[in-house]
């Protein structure tokens, strides 16, 4: 047997007693309270923190995407902190309708450094923790649940006795740090205690951190609801969930404790914070958007995010995260392209607004991406996807009928290369293709007269293996004409397809035209651009010759 051999180092959570639990049956029907903890648990966990003036531009973009509490440090544990808590009151920079967070830990000068720092603050959200966890109270505290719970009142009891310094609104936060890692039944009865000390007839914010993400989401879910259904204080406690992801589910996890009864969510931009990250805000809001739900935060402009959030935190989006990402608006498998190609034509043809293009769950233009970067080529794209970058960057719309045999040239190209290449590669493949002039069959001029019953007369002027030729023929139409006058000199070709469209707009506009030709047994493809659309397609038919 390969793999890591089962042992006795880890063991699985063995879960909650819960019955006829609920939240399986629930939708996210409402848009949560965000916090964000950027400037805190994102910022702690930075290997250069950030100074001042980021921590600025980062609290002022908070505001500008409609955070209404953003937890702005930890003032009494660093002269930093302390002082741009100082800085963002002193020089009015917190809106009315903003709310500041501090945590502070249940100690006595802590307590009194943290009222110092938020005087003169209008509202103020004090976030007091201490660990609750099993671990914790074995191995780092050695003390027991009355011992852990007496530092929980005691904190309590000091925020109390500041209370008459402070002019503002202040709304008590607790969180049980390790709630993930603790009883349930302890972390029920630390927080009944606390919000017992505070006051019943107020409302608390009773933050429930995975600290430490342990198991499986619906564990998580299973514990929210369970301490939503059996505490006396439901009325009093506003549930909020702080998910960190050292599993890889703290979204999952944070969606379903909020289908389990919390109402507000901490988390940080891109999931930036200590190891694995804190959740990320931003892929919440985004999932409750593609479910028809307001975030109530502005994300129409997720590069403008990603670039204050690269610069003050100095850790860059990673390609595939989710939205945000330079890659996921990127198909490069040919079937994805050709379905994204349809789905984007048919989104523009409906008259609905209801997003349908397939492999794509959010328009892009909706956060601030653009349609130009959906596709990009390697060797794993087809045709659909060099037809889309095509139309969409040079206006070139090759025929249905021609994608195939230009695809594979491009296959060719991109399976030499062995990386990906550019919308520019694939113009400088169509015009080596099919624009260059080669001296086999050269076409000059042709001139022509169009008789009343439509048949044409013409002369063809053209360099054909070296040689200056100027020959005449007739037939239905310019091409035909011309086709006849090749047929003079012994070039005969059959016109299998032909295909024609305006390049540009305005006078000096070029046409397009694509030509497919049978000569001797073979079908090849030809494509000419000229300001005469006949002139077009007898270059289109030259350069097919070429191929030929
Ligand atoms: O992760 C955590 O438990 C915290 C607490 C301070 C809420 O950041
Ligand atoms: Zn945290």
């Known amino acids: 047997m390969t793999g890591m051999k089962k042992q006795?180092?880890?063991?699985?959570?063995?879960?909650?007693?819960?019955?006829?639990?609920?939240?399986?049956?629930?939708?996210?029907?409402?848009?949560?309270?965000?916090?964000?903890?950027?400037?805190?648990?994102?910022?702690?966990?930075?290997?250069?923190?950030?100074?001042?003036?980021?921590?600025?531009?980062?609290?002022?973009?908070?505001?500008?995407?409609?955070?209404?509490?953003?937890?702005?440090?930890?003032?009494?544990?660093?002269?930093?902190?302390?002082?741009?808590?100082?800085?963002?009151?002193?020089?009015?920079?917190?809106?009315?309708?903003?709310?500041?967070?501090?945590?502070?830990?249940?100690?006595?000068?802590?307590?009194?450094?943290?009222?110092?720092?938020?005087?003169?603050?209008?509202?103020?959200?004090?976030?007091?923790?201490?660990s609750t966890s099993i671990a914790q109270r074995k191995i780092v505290f050695g003390k027991n649940k009355d011992e852990i719970t007496e530092i929980a009142t005691q904190g309590i009891k000091w925020i109390k006795s500041h209370l008459n310094e402070f002019n503002g609104t202040l709304t008590l936060q607790y969180s049980p740090e390790s709630f993930t890692g603790t009883e349930i039944e302890f972390s029920l009865s630390i927080c009944e205690a606390v919000i017992k000390e505070w006051g019943i007839d107020k409302k608390t914010i009773i933050n429930l951190p995975a600290t430490v993400e342990l198991f499986t989401p619906n564990i998580y879910a299973d514990m929210i609801e369970w301490f939503c259904r059996n505490t006396r204080y439901r009325e009093a406690m506003i549930i909020s969930l702080h998910t960190h992801n050292d599993r890889g589910t703290g979204v999952a996890a944070t969606e379903l404790g909020l289908m389990a009864g919390a109402t507000r969510v901490e988390g940080t931009l891109f999931g930036n914070g200590e190891r694995t990250g804190n959740v990320d805000i931003i892929t919440l809001a985004l999932n409750l958007y593609t479910q028809g739900i307001n975030p109530m935060l502005d994300?129409?402009?997720?590069?403008?995010?990603?670039?204050?959030?690269?610069?003050?935190?100095?850790?860059?989006?990673?390609?595939?995260?989710p939205y945000a990402g330079e890659l996921v608006y990127t198909a490069f498998s040919g079937s994805h392209q050709d379905a994204i190609k349809k789905g984007m034509a048919y989104q523009t043809q409906k008259s609905d607004p209801l997003w349908e293009v397939p492999y794509l769950p959010i328009d892009p233009t909706d956060v601030g991406r653009s349609y130009e970067a959906i596709i990009r080529l390697n060797s794993q794209s087809g045709k659909g996807g060099v037809a889309y970058i095509m139309e969409a960057e040079y206006g070139v719309q090759i025929p249905k009928a021609m994608q195939p045999e230009f695809g594979k040239i491009v296959q060719e190209f991109t399976d030499k290369k062995g990386k990906e290449i550019t919308a520019i590669d694939v113009w400088n493949t169509f015009e080596s293709t099919y624009l260059t002039p080669n001296p086999n069959f050269q076409f000059k001029s042709f001139k022509y007269n169009v008789n009343e019953d439509e048949t044409c007369e013409g002369e063809l002027h053209a360099i054909i293996n070296g040689k200056d030729l100027r020959q005449a023929g007739s037939g239905n139409g310019p091409l035909d004409a011309c086709k006849a006058a090749l047929n003079t000199i012994g070039v005969t070709l059959s016109v299998q397809a032909y295909h024609e469209h305006a390049l540009s707009q305005g006078s000096n506009s070029n046409a397009i035209a694509y030509v497919e030709i049978e000569k001797d047994g073979i079908k090849k493809w030809g494509a000419g651009i000229h300001s005469n659309i006949t002139n077009a397609g007898i270059k289109a038919i030259f350069s097919a010759l070429n191929r030929v």
């Not at 997720?302 to 989006?317: A, N, Q």
Request: hydrophobic share 35%; with cysteine.
């Open 299 to 321: 994300i129409t402009n997720l590069p403008h995010i990603m670039s204050v959030s690269d610069r003050c935190t100095e850790i860059p989006v990673h390609v595939r995260h």
């Open 8 to 130: 006795d180092k880890y063991q699985s959570h063995p879960g909650i007693e819960l019955q006829n639990r609920q939240w399986p049956n629930r939708k996210i029907e409402t848009t949560p309270t965000w916090c964000s903890v950027d400037l805190r648990d994102g910022n702690q966990a930075l290997v250069n923190p950030m100074t001042l003036e980021q921590k600025l531009e980062f609290f002022t973009l908070l505001v500008e995407m409609g955070f209404k509490e953003i937890e702005v440090g930890f003032p009494s544990a660093s002269e930093v902190e302390y002082q741009f808590c100082r800085t963002l009151i002193e020089q009015n920079h917190i809106p009315d309708d903003v709310t500041i967070q501090i945590l502070c830990q249940a100690r006595e000068h802590l307590i009194e450094r943290s009222f110092e720092a938020i005087q003169g603050a209008k509202n103020v959200i004090f976030h007091l923790y201490n």
